[in-house]
């Protein structure tokens, strides 16, 4: 009899055998004891046991933070409420699209069309049923002339929104849009109760765990929700998050166990996080990038030719060596990463250069121009070393940079879409269309560099309803190009997702790549071993 020991791991870690069946089956296929108990243990390890507090260390969060999913612009919302939140779709651990609320969907041939089925029988906090209505109330939530919400332009596209019963809901679009379910994984589209002709903006959602204290910029903590839809995640009985913007004060809580995780480990002293007994220091590789966004209609970035000098005046491998520390990747000045579908490889890359600097400036009548660039390390680790070696860099250039160094607390609010000039981070998208109707369509709320291309803009249409594969690759590699030529945002570096834990925590094995923290998902689906 020929014995299946991959399959005898899975029934172990099922709970379907005993550790002695186990044994027995690894012998029966001449596994000798040794390695069978090795295997067995590592078996063990990956069975998810539910129980403990996670307490998690955050270095995001603001006092403007609110309940208002619309408003999510930062880390600490982001990963803490993609656990107690439900949207229609998920992106699992793999990168590959998942059911949430809805349990299915699909499409008229046109990709004009969608309808999604939703759960039977899932419930929000409150003890209420889910229902198609709440699905469109919620929706609704980001559209209109009113509406404050930063996912307003990805739902732009949708003409109409109506229910089929209780439980479909029937989305229109202005055209079609082959990647619409993961538009639909958004984390600002979060599903809430209807309420008064709107939505309950308290905090209830249908994740596996429910709000129980929020202090903007502060903490947060939330309890396992009991009638959560499904088994597979909320393994903690409860999670604590602290918001901890220094890298330092972060860190030191993770070494000396106040805290069981923490994110965006500082690079310069990750090694020492390494080497402390109990610590495991996890490097994701994904969509996340660093950029310097510029407003393109405030001189002298309204010229061309500058944002080009400025561009030309970075040292892009100098840099992911002296503040990534290596953890990342050169960037090209637009968004797409490797990880993307239609990540444009044919590009020459930018490369440091501060004669064809000087050629730009010299055609923009700016030569010694003096710019200022505003920076704090809330904006992504190692942000203001980063402005000073670009500083050094760009003097080759004879571009002088006013380095401002900024408060952390309320960066979000008072710099970034505020100041000229500033240090951002992206998490990126998992598709073009998405990362471009965030962040680079004309006139959407989080434009940050304001800037308007009409060749951009028609292509990105185009290519979001295009299903001939080679066609939209034109476009999107197309696109890429623009935003590295013409727009107003420097990506000088890819970076990776580093954070650290306790070893007693444990996981699947996988790791999601689109946002920190398992894709934000780390209090869902880890547990403690």
């Known amino acids: 009899m020929q014995v299946d020991i991959k399959k005898l791991s899975e029934q172990l870690t099922q709970g379907k055998i005993t550790r002695r069946a186990f044994m027995e089956g690894a012998a029966a296929a001449g596994i000798a004891a040794t390695a069978a108990t090795a295997m067995m243990n590592k078996a063990i390890a990956a069975t998810p046991k539910r129980g403990g507090t996670l307490r998690m ?30 949207r229609l779709t998920e992106i699992a651990a793999d990168g590959t699209l998942a059911p949430e609320v809805a349990e299915s969907w699909d499409a008229t041939p046109d990709a004009k069309t969608w309808t999604f089925k939703i759960r039977k029988g899932i419930e929000f906090h409150n003890g209420k049923t889910v229902t198609a209505s709440d699905v469109v109330a919620s929706l609704n939530h980001h559209r209109g002339e009113d509406t404050k919400s930063a996912a307003k332009p990805i739902v732009s596209a949708i003409e109409d929104i109506k229910t089929d019963g209780d439980s479909t809901v029937v989305i229109s679009l202005s055209g079609g849009n082959a990647d619409f379910p993961f538009i639909m994984a958004d984390y600002h589209l979060s599903i809430m109760p209807e309420k008064d002709g709107g939505v309950d903006l308290s905090g209830v959602s249908t994740g596996c765990y429910k709000l129980d204290n929020f202090e903007p910029g502060v903490r947060l903590s939330m309890s396992r929700f009991d009638n959560f839809y499904s088994d597979d995640r909320g393994f903690f009985d409860k999670v604590e998050a602290l918001s901890l913007i220094d890298p330092n004060a972060r860190q030191n809580a993770l070494v000396t166990g106040e805290v069981d995780v923490a994110d965006r480990l500082e690079l310069k002293t990750v090694a020492l996080v390494k080497r402390k007994p109990g610590m495991v220091v996890q490097n994701i590789t994904g969509y996340q990038h660093y950029t310097f966004p510029m407003h393109v209609d405030t001189a002298p970035f309204d010229n061309v030719d500058v944002r080009m000098a400025l561009k030309l005046a970075f040292n ?13 990747s050169v960037g090209n000045d637009h968004p797409i990463s490797v990880a993307n579908r239609y990540h444009n490889g044919e590009m020459p890359q930018r490369t440091y250069d501060p004669e064809k600097a000087k050629f730009h400036l010299k055609k923009a009548g700016a030569e010694g121009i003096t710019v200022a660039l505003s920076a704090a390390d809330a904006a992504f680790p190692g942000a203001v070393d980063a402005a000073v070696l670009y500083k050094e860099t760009a003097a080759a250039a004879g571009i002088n940079v006013d380095v401002v160094r900024e408060p952390s607390d309320g960066y979000w609010s008072n710099v970034w879409l505020k100041k000229p000039w500033c240090a951002c981070y992206w998490g990126g998208r998992v598709t073009e269309d998405q990362m471009f109707s965030t962040a680079y369509e004309s006139g959407v709320p989080w434009n940050d560099t304001r800037w308007s291309n009409e060749r951009f803009d028609s292509l990105l249409i185009k290519a979001r309803a295009e299903l001939n594969e080679s066609l939209r690759r034109e476009m999107y590699y197309e696109m890429q190009t623009l935003v590295s030529d013409d727009g107003g945002t420097v990506v000088p570096m890819y970076a990776s997702y580093v954070f650290g834990h306790s070893d007693k925590l444990a996981n699947s094995g996988t790791i999601a790549g689109n946002w920190d923290l ?10 403690f071993a």
């Not at 969060?61 to 612009?73: A, K, M, V, Y």
């Not at 892009?316 to 990342?328: A, D, F, N, S, T």
């Not at 398992?518 to 547990?527: E, K």
């Open 57 to 86: 260390g955050i270095g995001h969060g603001s006092t403007t933070d609110s309940l208002d999913p619309g408003t999510f612009e930062n880390g600490f919302v982001n990963y803490t409420f993609h656990n107690i939140h439900g």
């Open 518 to 527: 398992d894709g934000g998902r780390l209090a869902a689906r880890w547990w």
């Open 316 to 328: 892009r491998e100098e840099m992911v060596q002296k503040i990534l520390q290596g953890y990342g």
